[in-house]
């Protein structure tokens, strides 16, 4: 019998599927693809990719971070302010529109901290900037050890893939 024939014992049919026989897979004895340059210059693209986005996602939590805490100082200082524009002028045309003008601008700064919820984004775009740079810094490990020591190339390779697909659609906009 010849090394690629098959002996009936060894033939599957799935009649729920298919009525085609499932044949076992002749490259039993295929060898994992080896660790050459061109896969290293793909991690390393990767890598670079990863890092610039680490870094927007790193700009833009600190942008959140500042535009809450002006907010936020703000919706604290306005009614601060305005109280004590009620207590030096109690004129009748200013003790009038102060007040109401101090309400309206509070609950406008407090609208947007809560609407737009800054401090969440900030939170997040943080995360990821983590995340990227742990991608990054796995695959530097990774690439640190001699061929002979690292885990199998495609298995690394696929990992990183999907590791990075999950990254960019998850991610928040930058």
Not at 126 to 151: G, H, I, M, N, W
């Amino acid at each position: 019998m010849s090394k690629d024939a098959f002996s009936p014992s060894q033939v599957v049919i799935d009649t729920k599927y298919s009525t085609e026989p499932f044949l076992p897979s002749p490259d039993r004895d295929r060898s994992e693809l080896r660790w050459e340059g061109r896969e290293e210059k793909l991690l390393d693209t990767w890598c670079k990719d990863c890092i610039t986005l680490s870094e927007a996602h790193g700009r833009a939590g600190r942008f959140k971070k500042k535009v809450h805490t002006i907010l936020g100082a703000l919706s604290v200082m306005v009614p601060v302010i305005f109280t004590g524009l009620c207590q030096i002028h109690t004129e009748p045309p200013f003790s009038n529109t102060i007040p109401p003008l101090g309400f309206v601008c509070t609950g406008v700064l407090s609208g947007l901290l809560g609407f737009l919820s800054y401090e969440a984004g900030k939170e997040r775009h943080f995360q990821y900037e983590a995340k990227y740079q742990d991608f990054c810094t796995r695959v530097s490990a990774e690439l640190c050890k001699p061929r002979k020591d690292r885990v199998a190339c495609d298995v690394f390779l696929k990992e990183c893939e999907l590791q990075i697909c999950n990254l960019n659609t998850s991610a928040p906009d930058v």
